[in-house]
């Protein structure tokens, strides 16, 4: 016991109070010797020896002195406190599907009120309104028990959102449903009103969160993830974390999760560093079993009490995580330091792209969902109805699967069966609200003088004027068409075969208004021959804006110009697909363990597709032969996988697309596609949740470093003062620049 009961880490804080001029340092020391004489004197007079005499009396009596002697350490360590606060982090679905987590949060819940019935002193913290919605679905008995335990103080509501989901990957319209739906349901069905922000296992934290979670009513955030950094210590236990905008939320960054209270010294020495760091003396402990659920147990509680039982150890409590946060804010908070970044994992960097599929429909789910939602908005005006029920009933479906082991990819292969089945279930009801909404303010539309043909109405459902190619489905005819705008003029067209029965009409809208709609003619006739500025070859791709050349031998992009002004893009190859091997020392889906090797694919053949007045398009194909493979098949080569990429360009539109098709077989390998830049900055800009945030290009330190896959929504930028680039994309969110 008297190595676990040495001072030699003991501290000065905030709570000594010195006089100026007065060495901090050496009251310390000396406070510290003094404690650990006496600790030692205190050991040496017990009569251990007395035991081997059998006097059991003397030894008793020895003991009682010496617990005498041993006070004032026992007032010392008394003055800190272990805070216990319950709870159980379930994962809504991860090494198992959501079918079975729902037995989970029964059987949890129902633990959980056994124990509230043995112990009065028991209270329990619960995240995630999905599962409270199972409850009041499936077990209405769990429900009300809930219920009643809410309202007597003892079950305590947190985290605000419909699950607990990844942090990085969702956009803004996403983070205000998790948090609209969340707090309106906790609000009706229990009469709560949630302040604590509580998402302890994402993999990082986007840095608007401060603001969405002060303008849903939050005044706290609690999180214990940054805890996994593999490159650097995150410097801070209570902070203020601030937004870009300025919010600032007070934020409480536990030690890690506790599942069976088992090691004492840990907790101890997690206190020592906590009072360390801030200069508090009490620490809350979350404990319970998590991810599969079970929670607090009576043994728990039992070996807690006997810390309490103990001579030499620090004040035990339980009790509410919003307790604690109301003793938080009772000390002195004015010095505690801010934190104006987003809470970077540097750690778990390939759940920004593993399991490609769920990414891309998430980001069309959201997309589809928004789009729904604003112009039902608008068809009321017209006397629609507002079908909110549906619209809820797909969002949830979304939310959940923006769940912190489903999105990001890290579960097995059976949760994303039933991702898809949801997401399909939501696309339906987005795609039908869209439709009769879009379909009743056409109605509304003058499109009278419009004579000679079919109208055709075009919809922005963005924030700002848009140009951009639209595409339309033609009858399965083989009639020509041509298109005008509402002033009679005629556009442009081409016609794409998309397959043996369908065809698509494409022409380039111009300047559709904000939220609002254009009007053009669909006219069954022969289209002018019209001036366009596209040219190609089996090398070159040109409009007015870029001059694209694509390198014969390799098929990787040799040079983009900028007409403008002449401005050379690219200072290697470009468009370059990359095959890299990829051995992350443990979870594989994980995490990104680049060893320094590249694959090489195979260039098979280059060939121009389209050829037309509003879109050209180039070809490119290849393969990659799998290393080992030959020895296996003594042909000239067995590829493995197969890639077909588009690269296309538009008449009027200063963006070049890339569409790549990736018939992908691998393993313990990344693709990823590179666009060496003639552009140079410090700083790259990236798109997060309603907002963007800048990173170093560079290898300044051990911060920027650890930062090299990183997360963004629909593109990063690369700008120099006077030039820049930047990468959209349709469904990705990994990003690296270095």
Not at 146 to 167: A, F, H, L, N, T
Not at 329 to 347: C, F, G, H, M, T
Not at 430 to 456: D, F, H, M, Y
Not at 548 to 561: F, H, P, Y
Request: hydrophobic fraction near 35%.
């Amino acid at each position: 016991g008297q190595k676990l009961l040495s001072f030699d880490s003991y501290q000065t804080s905030s709570r000594h109070k010195v006089e100026p001029g007065i060495d901090k340092t050496a009251i310390a020391k000396k406070e510290r010797t003094l404690l650990n004489e006496l600790l030692q004197s205190a050991a040496a007079s017990i009569h251990v020896d007395a035991l081997g005499e059998g006097n059991s009396e003397l030894f008793l009596a020895s003991l009682a002195t010496t617990r005498e002697k041993l006070k004032p350490i026992s007032d010392f360590a008394k003055q800190f406190t272990l805070y216990f606060t319950s709870n159980a982090h379930i994962d809504a679905a991860w090494l198992w599907r959501d079918i079975e987590t729902k037995e989970v949060c029964k059987n949890t819940f129902s633990s959980v009120f056994n124990m509230m019935n043995v112990r009065s002193d028991f209270t329990y913290t619960q995240s995630q309104a999905a599962y409270y919605d199972w409850m009041e679905r499936l077990y209405p008995d769990v429900f009300n028990n809930i219920k009643q335990r809410v309202s007597d103080g003892r079950w305590e509501i947190v985290g605000g959102m419909w699950v607990e989901p990844d942090c990085n990957l969702l956009s803004g319209e996403s983070w205000e449903r998790q948090l609209l739906y969340a707090t309106r349901y906790f609000k009706q069905k229990f009469g709560v009103s949630v302040k604590i922000g509580w998402n302890p296992d994402s993999f990082g934290y986007t840095w608007n969160m401060p603001q969405f979670y002060l303008d849903a009513g939050f005044d706290a955030f609690i999180t214990q993830k940054i805890g996994w950094n593999e490159t650097n210590v995150f410097p801070h236990r209570v902070f203020w974390w601030e937004a870009p905008n300025g919010s600032r939320i007070l934020t409480y960054f536990p030690f890690d999760y506790v599942n069976t209270v088992e090691n004492s010294y840990q907790l101890v020495d997690w206190l020592r560093q906590f009072e360390a760091n801030t200069g508090f003396t009490k620490l809350m402990i979350l404990f319970g079993v998590g991810d599969h659920g079970g929670g607090p147990s009576l043994e728990m509680l039992a070996r807690i009490d006997r810390l309490k039982a103990l001579n030499i150890f620090p004040s035990i409590q339980y009790g509410t995580a919003s307790g604690y946060l109301d003793w938080l804010r009772s000390q002195n908070l004015a010095s505690i330091p801010v934190w104006k970044d987003e809470l970077y994992l540097e750690y778990h960097q390939g759940t920004y792209t593993t399991q490609a599929k769920i990414k891309e429909w998430n980001r069309k789910s959201e997309t589809s969902l928004t789009n729904a939602e604003k112009f039902s908005t608008l068809s009321t005006m017209f006397g629609a109805s507002y079908n909110n029920t549906d619209l809820e009933e797909a969002w949830r479906n979304v939310m959940f699967n923006q769940f912190h082991d489903i999105l990001p990819g890290s579960g097995i292969r059976e949760i994303y069966i039933d991702a898809d089945e949801k997401y399909r279930a939501s696309a339906a009801i987005g795609n039908r609200e869209l439709t009769n909404a879009v379909t009743i303010l056409s109605q509304q539309v003058n499109t009278s003088s419009l004579k000679n043909g079919v109208p055709l109405i075009v919809f922005n459902p963005l924030s700002w004027e848009r140009t951009d190619i639209v595409a339309v489905s033609l009858p399965d005819d083989t009639e020509a068409y041509s298109v005008f705008d509402s002033d009679g003029k005629e556009l442009a067209v081409q016609i794409i075969q998309k397959d043996k029965y369908a065809r698509e009409l494409m022409f380039r809208a111009e300047k559709i208004p904000s939220v609002g709609y254009s009007t053009f003619i669909l006219r069954k006739q022969q289209p002018s021959v019209l001036q366009s500025n596209l040219q190609i070859s089996q090398s070159i791709l040109e409009n007015e804006f870029f001059k694209v050349v694509v390198d014969q031998s390799s098929g990787w992009l040799k040079s983009i110009i900028d007409k403008r002004n002449g401005k050379e893009l690219l200072s290697g190859e470009g468009n370059r697909l990359q095959l890299l091997e990829d051995k992350p020392r443990a979870w594989d889906a994980w995490n990104i363990g680049l060893t320094g090797t590249e694959y090489p694919s195979k260039f098979r053949s280059i060939e121009i597709i389209e050829q037309g007045p509003v879109r050209v398009t180039l070809r490119i194909k290849r393969d990659y032969l799998k290393p080992g493979t030959k020895k296996d098949f003594p042909t000239e080569d067995f590829p493995s996988s197969f890639f077909t990429q588009d690269i296309l360009l538009y008449d009027g539109i200063d963006r070049i697309d890339f569409k790549t098709d990736v018939d992908w077989w691998e393993k313990k390998t990344m693709l990823k596609v590179a666009f060496p830049l003639t552009v140079n900055d410090t700083i790259a800009t990236y798109d997060v949740p309603y907002g963007t945030i800048q990173r170093s290009t560079q290898w300044r330190n051990s911060w920027d470093s650890a930062k090299v896959e990183v997360p963004a929504l629909r593109w990063g930028d690369l700008s120099s003062s006077e030039y820049g680039v930047s990468l959209l994309n349709r469904s990705k969110y990994g990003y690296d620049i270095k």
